[in-house]
């Protein structure tokens, strides 16, 4: 449920309708905030067929659960609308956000849920099987491919983790080198847990009508496998805060870049929040979700404690105070 009608300004503006934002949006919508919702149409989950791990909503595929998230939005007041940010600025005391099309709109605060891209391996194949029987995470995905021949390729500082965690679904996991050889001390964890190392660069996967079925390496060995598990660099979708001096930074695990926030969601830029995977890069839905919500709460109060002093600062003077709630919706 996506509405094109909008004002041209709000109390917050979320940048990103997936969990995180809608969450957030709908927390400051049951506040009486205006609030608007863009969404650039992309979600990170699209290929999967469901989404896991999440409670009361398991399995739920991808896309009725954000079409759930925005009618929930919009019966409150909030405003849901498909565009794609380029910029952010500031403008006086509020922001002014820039879509690709020319459309502006201002907001007294900024949520900033825009999530990030996953930069996937050069490996033939591996693109087109992503969110199939290529996976990332064992949480999300692991159940699915449980006591199947599962293959983790080693392609980040995570990647011998991961392959403890998907040894706890299958008795038969392979991990792939390639550029991400084991230390010595992985190489004996891996060898302990029964998990074999293949040497060498791999370059392709192996299909047989629909399904995974092995992958080959740089000499032509194909190795049989039914899934495979990828650790990808991830990056936030940030670039359109480059304006307000917010930048993604590497982040500590060197899984990627990500917008540090702190446990409120709260930016280094005064009045911008940021909440799901653009400030935390393994966040699952619900964590992401949670990171939204807390993040909604946390703008409405800042907007409370403003229009506090306002009152009082306009009681002193005489001055008659504004509805508290002046710039909500009906």
Known sequence: ?????????????????????LNGAL????????????????????????????????????????ARGRAEVASY???????????ARRAESDFVVGLADGRSV????LLVASGLVDELPEVARLRERWGRDV???????????RDRAIGVLGSGPMSAHVTQLFRQLSDDVVYFAHTAPPTAEQAE??????????????TELVVTGDRLTGVRLSDGTVVERAALAVGTRMVARAGFLAELGLRPSEHPSGMG???????????EVP?????????????????????????????????????VAAAVADRALGEIPVSAHSHSQP
């Open 77 to 87: 007041g909030g405003r849901v609308v498909e565009g794609e940010v380029i910029s």
């Open 257 to 267: 870049e990500y917008i540090p926030a702190d446990a409120t969601g709260r930016t």
């Open 271 to 307: 009045g911008v929040w940021a909440a799901g995977n653009v400030s935390d890069l393994s966040a699952q839905v619900g964590a992401a979700a949670a990171a939204g919500a807390m993040a909604g709460a946390q703008i409405n109060a800042d907007l409370v404690a403003e229009e």
């Open 1 to 21: 449920m996506v509405t094109e009608e909008w004002n041209d300004d709000y109390d917050a503006v979320v940048i990103g309708g997936g969990a995180a934002g």
């Open 135 to 145: 996976l990332h995470c064992p949480y999300c995905h692991g159940w699915e491919v």
């Open 27 to 66: 927390m400051l919508a049951r506040s009486r905030r205006s609030v608007l919702v863009i969404d650039g149409g992309a979600p990170r989950n699209a290929p999967a067929d469901g989404v896991h791990g999440l409670f009361a909503r398991e399995g739920v595929p991808p896309g009725e659960l954000l």
């Open 189 to 202: 964890q891996f060898a302990a847990r029964g998990i074999r190392v293949v040497e060498g660069i791999v």
């Open 106 to 109: 201002r907001a007294r605060r």
